[in-house]
């Protein structure tokens, strides 16, 4: 009787052990296509601009600005002490991108003097 017992519960553990392995690997496989498609996500968005025409092409080609230079930028933001989110909306609309992250180094000086011109606008 004991060793039936056994038996079953080692089937058991057995099973639970198969499953657990199976979700792990769909798991991994959920995740590499998450990785995947948030890839075709940012490229897709940076990319939109030019199907919506909302920048030239030479700069939608243009490199996107360094890490550096966001950090830059964030910290100009940051010190301005007015609406962050209504700062970047207007940032996004003024130089036609969709993410401040996707202006283009050409920019970057233009984009670090509006930011200071926008620190003494009153309508912020």
Not at 8 to 37: D, G, M, P
Not at 77 to 90: C, D, N
Request: some cysteine; overall charge positive; hydrophobic content about 35%.
């Amino acid at each position: 009787h004991n060793a039936n017992q056994l038996i079953a519960q080692a089937e058991l553990v057995k099973a639970i052990v198969s499953e657990i392995y199976q979700n792990k690997k769909e798991t991994n496989s959920n995740a590499e296509s998450i990785r995947n498609l948030d890839k075709r996500v940012s490229c897709l968005e940076k990319s939109s601009g030019a199907s919506l025409n909302r920048m030239p092409v030479y700069e939608q080609l243009a490199e996107c600005v360094t890490p550096e230079q966001v950090e830059e930028m964030k910290a100009r933001v940051k010190a301005i002490r007015k609406s962050p989110m209504k700062i970047w909306g207007k940032f996004n609309k003024h130089f036609r991108i969709s993410r401040y992250r996707h202006l283009p180094q050409s920019k970057f000086q233009e984009a670090m003097e509006w930011l200071q011109n926008i620190e003494h606008d009153p309508r912020f």
